[in-house]
């Protein structure tokens, strides 16, 4: 199983960032799969998470209004577009496929991560 995520960078306040998580190794569409941030010193944080089939989607408190999370299952990837970021957005953020079909809002519910891109939202 590998998961790896791009399109991380630097971001003025305002701005927007699309993030792309490349799946492979196990069957996509039998997965949700979720976004999670860590800051420094912080705890890892959910961001946002999609069902198997797009029925379905959450997004974290700090983050509603302003991400959207979208999955392409023929492609294996898994998408965050954030806009009108700002510099509490900052951190590094993970990908990562859940345990199983069981669709999770925790860090705990998601086994698999990638190595994380960095986003910086500064001026």
């Known amino acids: 199983v590998q998961v790896v995520e791009s399109g991380g960078g630097l971001a003025q306040p305002g701005g927007s960032l699309k993030l792309s998580c490349a799946a492979s190794g196990f069957i996509f569409i039998d997965y949700p799969m979720g976004w999670f941030r860590q800051a420094p010193g912080k705890e890892r944080e959910f961001v946002a998470s999609?069902?198997?089939?797009?029925?379905?989607?959450a997004l974290g408190d700090s983050v509603k209004g302003r991400f959207t999370i979208s999955r392409d299952n023929a492609k294996n990837t898994v998408f965050l577009l954030m806009t009108n970021l700002i510099p509490e957005d900052t951190a590094v953020y993970y990908c990562?496929?859940?345990?199983?079909?069981?669709?999770?809002?925790?860090?705990?519910?998601?086994?698999?991560w990638g190595q994380g891109t960095q986003v910086t939202v500064s001026s």
């Open positions: 990562g496929r859940s345990r199983d079909s069981t669709w999770s809002l925790s860090v705990n519910g998601y086994q698999y």
């Open positions: 999609i069902n198997a089939m797009s029925s379905s989607s």
